[in-house]
């Protein structure tokens, strides 16, 4: 196969401000896959890709210092690599060593870097580490694949003609509140599409417009957000009819889990966890730092979903919290039980349960007030990738495989390329789920609780990121 004649020597680079170590193990007969992008998809992508193997592949988690955490990761770790033998149908890869590697930064910030080409630094099958831990070696490179929540077209950074955009199934949201144990955020058990009207661009509601009560006119709800990059705030703001443009002046509240308090951030410094002692920390989070901590450029707010699933966990009463999350990172609310703090939207909830959605982890196999049209809080994940059905056999600038071996999901899954495969869609392959797709994994997960709907499954659809929905079949 074709190789990048600098792929030796990009591997072998320092990165001196993260502390870029070490050589990777990458051969010559190794084909790699940089994938970035949406944080609230990040387990659906980590799940798909175990499948790409004909066995469990080797896993190596980045460590905190590039995305990652310190010790074994899990599904929904921001930084990972895998290496192993692909799958037989993978007909494009046969005889080589598959290495995938995931960087979770942001749905925006995986458009933009995938689109312009910006080196990020990803784990890399380690030297010396052992299976399941930390890797002791990265790699800087160009991202492959890039995931959104949101389509391209409602961000700042539309395909160019030399990408393409393909859906890859429905990604669910939902409101969520804090976990306090007494204040008015305990009798929010449901959210109007008013009320978030009103509240995005003052960052608070006030608690009156649930209870009636004049004397909660000055007592307010606060409303915790992700940084601008965010495909979750995409997805919220749009459905609020707000353009992208038009969050640039929101607030942003912040919840301090040390000391229980909300504040309003003041400095662009980054921690883990919400600490208004600390400056006023305004960038919340670990997930994917990339090169120099590009999550620092997106404004003030919380970095992943997983974030503000921890501010909302605090029972203190001075939690008086809300968010909007995806159905995955709303699923456990640091630490409580199965969407225990889901509230309905305009009434309706996101699974035929209802309220019976909290604590019971299978019941999202039923979605739909989705998939028929009725609860509106969802959108189309998509992602972008290289394209050039011209010259399939050329290598793509900044890849170490070709746009042959790459391939788009419109191909069938005899096709044998990547995504032929990895985003196969079963209206196109015979009405058959693909082994190793992350359509095919959807359905697996369901008996336990999916957090993604087919895109066989919708009955309706929408033009845009937050549009008015219509029926899919006339």
Known sequence: MKRNRNHMKKILLLTTALGLVGASSLTAATVDVFITGSTAFRANVYNAAKAMYTSTPNIYYADAAHGGANGAGTAKTAGWTMTGTPLASLTALSGDTLVIHGLFTGSVQGLQTTEQGTKLVFAA?????????????????????????????????????????????VQPFVWCTSRAASGGVTEVTNITWEQVEYGLPVGRIPLASWTFQVGDTNKFVY????????????????????????????????????NHAVYTPSVLTNYASGIATNGGAGVIGTEGPGL??????????????????????????????????SIGDSQKVNGSVFWQTVI????????????GIHGNPGVTNDFSPITLGYYPLWGFEILVHPENTSTPGSTISGQDLTYGQLGDNTQPASTGSFMSIFNAQSFNNGNVATVGSIENDIILSQPAGATAITLAAMSNSRPNVGGTIYPAFQ
């Open 292 to 325: 120099g901590n590009a999550n620092m450029g997106w404004g003030f707010g919380y970095i992943g979903g997983g974030d503000i699933a921890t501010a909302l966990g605090d029972t203190s009463a001075n939690d008086q919290c809300i968010s909007y999350l």
């Open 125 to 169: 099958p380690s030297l010396t580490a052992t299976d399941n831990q930390n890797a002791d070696t990265y790699v800087t490179n160009v991202p492959t694949i890039g995931f959104s929540d949101a389509s391209a077209s409602s961000t700042p950074y539309p395909v160019p003609g030399n990408f393409l955009e393909e859906q890859v199934c």
């Open 344 to 355: 309905s939207y305009n009434g309706i909830w996101p699974t035929a349960a209802g309220p």
């Open 223 to 258: 409303l915790l957000q992700r940084t601008k990059d965010s495909g979750t705030r995409r997805t919220e703001t749009q459905g609020a009819y707000y353009s992208y443009s038009g969050t640039a002046t929101m607030p942003t509240y912040m919840y301090d889990v040390t």
